[in-house]
């Protein structure tokens, strides 16, 4: 976000307006929203508005992976809706291809690499469940490969390695400030009116419209699209479902010739490790590392605020974990260093619904992931708005909600003891406590 190429801002929303579509929120999910909007009828008067800049918070701020998974990887799909996996796999593999065709369509210059993505094992009770998955991808027509220690070092060479997972198209690498101003772009190509510095301060429904207001000026809707992510929400109900859960990220120095090739990485995919706490990484364009994951953060209290986006505690943390995984790198710099609130439900995975009589809809609960699956969760919305059924509204997936959060304080407790749960698991080679063998049991499988 702080390169030069930052485009100016939009004007804020100033006195009354009226649209066909009022979307809410400019992160990724009310991009799409509204680009999809104008191309399914490009005669539709549609009006973003954010709060404070397009791509602020696009997807708590991620890492830039793209994957193609709808449901937070294969495992939680399957623990879920094993009746229609096939199809929800497909889908997103579907909506992956989709972005690829967009990102050439408008010529965003968003770094857009199909590289696949490596999982990696560093403690050998993770092999026994990557050899699972694998074959369960495989058998669902996904290209993956698994490989040994020496394979996957050949790849990407790091002591802690002892095998891997190669999902060869499943995810793609992307700058995603890059992204969310590309499609920004696009949106007003078509047309579409962004307003940024807007936020939304209250939501009416005077039974012909919605009424949306702003510190300045007033939006009358027939139809919105809600993206706000975890942020407090205009629909009250959705405050049960959705805890803020930070996630931090470090960056490189770009690495020299040397460096680079002393780590191997020629086919730049990027990398997750296998522990319930599992660290991302991957290369960029100007070949830093981009080094995040690990230290899920909830605040007791459910709290957002400015000054959780930056933690000493968890930098020092990764910064520790990097030097292990790379001690080849030794000395390499960190030049930036962020965080950002990821809006997580019970379920880790994005839903859905509407509200005001079918005149409203939502997408929330993404977990992670949602640099991909929010283009998804657009369409959903859309197809909500549209009041016809479509093979995504007919999901299982689509028409259930996750288990709401208890009330605080216990919710603080409950969300605290499995934190620490967690931990113990990584650190006793993956056995899961009673406490994380109940929420198994209840379909709150749990892990970072």
């Known amino acids: 976000m702080d390169s030069p190429d930052k485009p100016e801002p939009l004007p804020r929303l100033f006195g009354d307006t009226t649209a066909d579509l009022a979307v809410v929120g400019g992160g990724f999910s009310g991009l799409w929203a509204a680009l999809m909007a104008k ?53 997103g593999a579907e909506n992956l291809d989709e972005i690829e065709r967009a990102v050439a369509k408008y010529s965003i210059d968003c770094g857009f690499e199909r590289t ?23 058998e669902l027509g996904m290209d993956t490969r698994l490989l040994d220690a020496a394979e996957v070092r050949a790849e990407v060479d790091s002591p802690t390695y002892l095998g891997g997972q190669w999902d060869r198209d499943g995810c793609a690498m992307l700058d995603p400030a890059r992204l969310a101003w590309g499609l920004r772009e696009a949106c007003l190509s078509l047309g579409v009116r962004v307003h940024e510095h807007s936020p939304v301060r209250s939501l009416r429904d005077d039974g012909t419209a919605l009424e949306l207001t702003t510190p300045h000026g007033v939006v009358r809707a027939g139809k919105v699209a809600l993206g706000t992510g975890v942020f407090p929400p205009l629909l009250g109900r959705l405050r049960n479902f959705l805890v803020p859960v930070y996630d931090y990220a470090l960056m490189t120095e770009p690495l020299t010739s040397g460096q680079l090739a002393s780590v191997g990485w ?12 599992f660290h991302y990484y ?48 030794e000395g390499v710099r960190f030049t930036h260093r962020w965080g950002g609130v990821i809006d997580t439900c019970s379920r880790f ?27 998804f969760g ?46 113990q698991a990584d650190a006793h080679q993956g056995r899961r406590n009673l406490w994380l063998r109940t929420l198994d049991r209840l379909g709150l499988g749990f892990d970072s």
Not at 41 to 56: A, C, K, N, Q, Y
Not at 62 to 90: D, M
Not at 357 to 368: E, I, M, P, S
Request: glycine share 12%; net charge neutral.
């Open 266 to 277: 020629h086919n730049r995919q990027g990398i997750g490790d296998s522990g319930n706490q």
């Open 39 to 91: 191309e399914r009828d490009p005669s539709l008067d549609v009006v973003l508005l954010e709060g404070r800049r397009v791509g602020w918070a696009a997807s708590g701020r991620n890492g830039g992976f793209c994957a193609a998974s709808l449901t937070h990887g294969l495992g939680n799909g399957l623990s879920r809706w094993p009746r229609e996996i096939a199809t929800l796999v497909r889908l």
């Open 282 to 329: 991957r290369l960029t364009k100007d070949d830093r590392v981009l080094w995040g994951g690990y230290d899920a953060v909830y605040f007791n209290g459910g709290k957002i605020r400015p000054e959780y986006d930056q933690r000493d505690e968890t930098f020092a943390t990764l910064a520790g974990h990097f030097s292990t995984t790379f001690p080849q790198l």
């Open 116 to 138: 696949g993505e490596l999982n990696v094992a560093t403690e050998p009770w993770q092999l026994d469940a990557m050899d699972e998955e694998a074959g369960l991808a495989r």
């Open 378 to 423: 657009a369409n959903v919305m859309l197809d909500l708005l549209s009041g016809r059924p479509t093979e995504r509204t007919e999901l299982q997936m689509v028409r259930e909600k996750p288990v709401p959060f208890p009330p605080e304080p216990i919710r603080s407790g409950v969300i605290q003891l499995t934190r620490w749960s967690i931990a």
């Open 349 to 375: 995975s994005a839903f859905f619904g509407t509200a005001h009589k079918g005149r409203l809809a939502y997408a929330v609960g993404y977990t992670g992931l949602g640099v991909g699956a929010t283009r």
